[in-house]
């Protein structure tokens, strides 16, 4: 079974930059698509970020374009989520989710994907 774990959040200040990693082990392929989601207190989950199995194609939400930067180091095994100047309202909890074996192809429904994170909650205060 493929497991997918996410680390990085936290409480932070506004203004502050976030890290996120997510691993994705047990993988019976070596092509798979990552995405990210986030869901806010009282909100439905959403889509953030979504890379193909090289890094080669990346696509954001329209809603975070420009303000993320989402990487992975297929060395090891890891996919990162990036933010600059985090700001006060910015509290969600962070998802991971993998597509196996999909080659250069990237997804932005949940329901695309197959396996899923924990989450990592990121506290923004002000």
């Known amino acids: 079974q493929v497991q997918v774990t996410e680390n990085g959040g936290g409480s932070v200040q506004a203004g502050d930059s976030l890290r996120l990693s997510c691993a994705a082990s047990n993988s019976p392929y070596s092509s798979d698509s990552m995405g990210w989601f986030r869901q806010a207190p009282g909100k439905e989950r959403g889509f953030v970020a979504a890379?193909?199995?090289?890094?080669?194609?990346?696509f954001y939400g329209d809603s975070v374009k420009g303000r993320f930067t989402n990487f992975r180091d297929n060395a090891k095994n890891m996919v990162y989520l990036e933010r600059n100047s985090l700001k006060p309202g910015g509290t969600a909890g962070y998802y991971c989710?993998?597509?196996?074996?999909?080659?250069?192809?990237?997804?932005?429904?949940?329901?695309?994907?197959?396996?899923w994170g924990q989450g990592t909650q990121v506290t923004v205060s002000s």
């Open positions: 989710a993998v597509r196996l074996g999909t080659g250069s192809k990237y997804y932005f429904e949940d329901n695309e994907y197959d396996d």
């Open positions: 890379i193909s199995w090289d890094g080669s194609k990346k």
